[in-house]
């Protein structure tokens, strides 16, 4: 307590809420403060925001993990026009979100195969690799856009509101996908 006063005293905030933040938590939770900020050490380094990509041949839908990389959400969903369009669009929401890495769905054939389709998100993964120096990563897709409108059935949502958003929850099923199999 005494060491607690004293650092009080001394205006030492952040030591004050280290102090705390130690006894509380434990060693072992610890993290870095940055900025006031606890960067929990079960992260392993600071993460930033993943963006996953649904990518279809009329739309793109959007999601975006949280700052730990625990949990997905649905942000937008983009209507293809050309690749110019494609790539500004997913620029200006890397720099919105300030993502570190984008998840692309890669829709595999039932047996495992790369199909004609996939090929073709192969070859925009490479391009915004390419074009925004910054990592992407494909993941198997299969039946994302399924699930997504199952779950959308089950909230019991109109075919029109469904088609509407299909697109981010499948987007969101392909990131949250990514983001369990990194925090196992």
Do not use: H
């Not at 650092?7 to 434990?26: N, R, V, W």
């Not at 959400?73 to 026009?81: C, E, F, M, N, Y």
């Not at 890669?106 to 996939?118: E, F, S, Y």
């Not at 075919?159 to 369990?180: E, H, N, P, T, W």
């Amino acid at each position: 307590m005494k060491k607690l006063a004293m650092m009080i005293a001394a205006g030492k905030f952040l030591d004050f809420i280290f102090f705390i933040l130690y006894y509380e938590l434990g060693v072992e939770s610890l993290g870095l403060i940055i900025c006031g900020c606890l960067i929990p050490r079960s992260v392993g380094k600071i993460l930033l925001k993943i963006i996953g990509l649904d990518v279809g041949s009329k739309k793109i839908g959007v999601a975006v993990s949280d700052d730990m990389g625990w949990t997905a959400q649905g942000v937008s969903t983009i209507i293809r026009k050309n690749l110019d369009s494609d790539m500004y669009e997913i620029e200006r929401l890397v720099n919105e979100y300030m993502a570190t890495e984008i998840v692309i769905g890669l829709p595999k054939n039932m047996d495992g195969t790369i199909g004609k389709q996939a090929e073709g998100v192969l070859a925009l993964a490479e391009t915004i690799k390419e074009y925004l120096n910054i990592p992407v990563t494909a993941w198997d897709e299969r039946l994302s856009t399924r699930a997504a409108n199952r779950a959308l059935l089950e909230a019991d949502l109109s075919r029109r509101k469904r088609k509407k958003v299909v697109d981010k929850m499948a987007a969101v099923f392909i990131l949250q996908g990514y983001l369990d199999s990194k925090t196992r």
